[in-house]
């Protein structure tokens, strides 16, 4: 495209119109935001941007609107993996991490992995359990999601018809989808990522109903990540958002995993079907994962409303509408009192 030689400046300019808005404010905006964003922050989030401003060809989200879907995915996978061979080069921890998801804020499939999956796995499983899937889920050997909701059940976690029954005679819990309503439905990660998932399901042992409890279930194969037998996965397609997240829905036809599998920190099921709690234990604590992560999305929305209202009062700044006679320009939306009332507490 090229622009036609010979035309007049927009005057202002729109860094010219934001400089204005500023030099009108009562105090410095490098102090305001030092006040809001402590100096321990600013160096970390500092940190991170200079190291993803090495690699823009990854980093970069310039033609992000433009992609389509499976692109937009294809570059969240490529961003998330790369962040995963710097962790491992040691240049990024994992609060280094969370901060390059903060700055992308492109909600990536490896996102719930590291926020609901692992910290499953380190409050609720055993020390046993822990070596055997805390460790390759930390090393990213294996990839998780939390399947809890269902397609005909959401919030409402004791109503879960997804089973997972004991089997003495082999030692295994029987996993199952015995409805379409039983369907994980919208499961993050799940569509595409994950090669295991954290299931809620109805713990059965010897026809008595415990609850429901959390079993790691191996949905794909870590060596040419199918589908593996008795499990129908998929995607759940484009969405009006999120869609560098890979929702997903899953059906679990009797899938036979070991006993080990069931997370046993706060229910304990013997060989032969014994069933135990730690006393003073409410089993509620099952669902303390789906808890704390409710907890951070109400600690995001902080983050959202502040981008949100940062962009509407830049554009409200630098986008004009009519004039008064005494004035040669239009005036900025900012000067109307209504925008103001909006915009500004």
Not at 151 to 162: A, D, F, M, Y
Not at 179 to 201: D, E, N, Q, Y
Not at 222 to 248: A, I, R, S, Y
Request: aromatic share 6%.
């Amino acid at each position: 495209m090229q622009i036609p030689k010979g035309l007049a400046p927009m005057v202002p300019s729109t860094e010219d119109a934001l400089a204005a808005e500023r030099s009108k404010a009562a105090f410095k905006v490098s102090d305001m935001h030092q006040f809001i964003v402590d100096s321990d922050m600013r160096t970390k989030v500092a940190k991170v941007e200079a190291l993803m401003g090495e690699e823009p060809e990854t980093f970069s989200l310039r033609k992000v609107y433009f992609m389509s879907r499976q692109e937009k995915m294809e570059h969240a996978l490529a961003i998330g993996k790369r962040l995963i061979e710097l962790l491992k080069e040691g240049k990024l921890s994992g609060d280094d991490i969370s901060i390059a998801d903060m700055v992308l804020d492109i909600n990536g499939p490896f996102g719930l992995h590291r926020a609901m999956f692992i910290p499953t796995l380190q409050n609720q499983a055993t020390v046993e359990q822990q070596e055997l899937f805390l460790r390759p889920a930390l090393n990213y050997e294996i990839l998780g999601c939390y399947a809890q909701t269902e397609i005909g059940h959401g919030s409402n976690v004791q109503g879960l018809e997804t089973t997972c029954t004991y089997v003495p005679e082999t030692d295994e819990f029987e996993v199952h989808s015995p409805s379409v309503r039983a369907c994980k439905w919208w499961i993050g990660s799940l569509g595409v990522t994950a090669t295991h998932a954290m299931v809620m399901a109805q713990l059965i042992v010897g026809g008595k109903r415990h609850g429901p409890c959390p079993v790691v279930v191996p949905i794909r194969s870590t060596v040419d990540h199918q589908p593996l037998e008795g499990v129908t996965v998929g995607d759940l397609g484009p969405k009006f958002g999120f869609n560098t997240m890979d929702n997903g829905f899953l059906l679990l036809n009797r899938v036979r995993v070991p006993r080990i599998n069931l997370l046993q920190r706060y229910i304990t099921v013997s060989p032969g079907g014994k069933v135990s709690r730690p006393a003073n234990v409410d089993p509620k604590v099952a669902y303390g994962t789906m808890v704390y992560v409710r907890t951070q999305i109400v600690r995001n929305m902080s983050q959202v409303l502040a981008k949100a209202t940062t962009v509407a009062v830049r554009y409200a700044a630098v986008r004009r509408q009519f004039k008064s006679e005494a004035s040669a320009l239009e005036s900025p939306v900012l000067d109307y009192s209504m925008v103001q009332y909006r915009l500004i507490p």
